[in-house]
């Protein structure tokens, strides 16, 4: 069994600033990993995701994350953020060998960006 | 437009009253789940289904009951809802499993009482 551990419950950073959202993972398998934002009273939707290959992966609004394997680490990092970036964020894994099975999240990270 | 439709989007109700909240997709997907977000936990999963007629339990399925009789529909259903299930609830669906990542619909806020 997978689980998730994101370091930081809430980040406070100014508007153009850069901001890193911490994701440690635990488990015995190879994983899949994935970075969720939630916007205020709406669903959550997917910034970027990990499969194989690079380890450095590049989403969307300018977000990227790098998988590190050796600290089964998935830290989320922005150069500049906006206001609009205020947001929970959800780290995920589940196991690469069983893409139907269990996607484990997060408690979250509730970034808030003032200016 | 492409999207999960979850219906009510806030619900109040009394301990023991059976209610459903619907769960719709668009996009023809396989895979489709239901979450509880608390805070403090994240996102729990409740239960989830791979097919039509195929449903399996997740993290917490203790007092929920679903179904999938079309690809499109995954209903949730509380038997007899208890305070402990207030919840925000997402209804989430993917072309086929966790790779391909989740489109969510926007959450029923329950409050039981």
């Known amino acids: 069994a997978q689980s998730v551990t994101q370091l930081d419950s809430q980040v406070p950073v100014f508007e153009e600033a850069p901001v890193e959202l911490r994701c440690n993972y635990s488990s015995s398998v190879s994983v899949y990993l994935f970075w969720y934002v939630q916007y205020p009273n709406q669903g959550l939707q997917l910034l970027l995701k990990?499969?194989?290959?690079?380890?450095l992966v590049k989403g969307i609004n300018g977000f990227e994350a790098e998988f590190n394997k050796s600290q089964t680490s998935f830290h989320l990092r922005k150069p500049s953020v906006h206001i609009s970036d205020t947001a929970e964020y959800f780290c995920?894994?589940?196991?690469?060998?069983?893409?139907?099975?269990?996607?484990?999240f997060g408690a979250g990270t509730q970034v808030v960006v003032t200016p | 437009e492409a999207q999960v439709t979850q219906n009510p989007r806030y619900l109040i109700t009394v301990t023991g009253k059976k209610l459903t909240v619907t769960c719709s997709q668009n996009?023809?997907?396989?895979?489709m789940s239901w979450y509880r977000q608390d805070p403090g936990l994240g996102l729990r999963q409740i239960y989830y289904s791979m097919n039509v007629e195929v449903t399996d339990k997740g993290d917490v399925p203790e007092g929920y009951k679903v179904s999938r009789k079309e690809k499109r529909n995954f209903p949730l259903i509380l038997e007899s809802p208890s305070p402990n299930q207030t919840s925000l609830y997402f209804c989430?669906?993917?072309?086929?499993?966790?790779?391909?990542?989740?489109?969510f619909g926007s959450g029923t806020r329950l409050t039981v009482v």
């Open positions: 990990y499969l194989s290959g690079s380890t």
């Open positions: 995920a894994v589940s196991d690469r060998g069983d893409s139907w099975g269990k996607l484990q």
């Open positions: 996009m023809n997907h396989e895979y």
């Open positions: 989430a669906s993917s072309p086929h499993g966790n790779d391909y990542g989740y489109t």
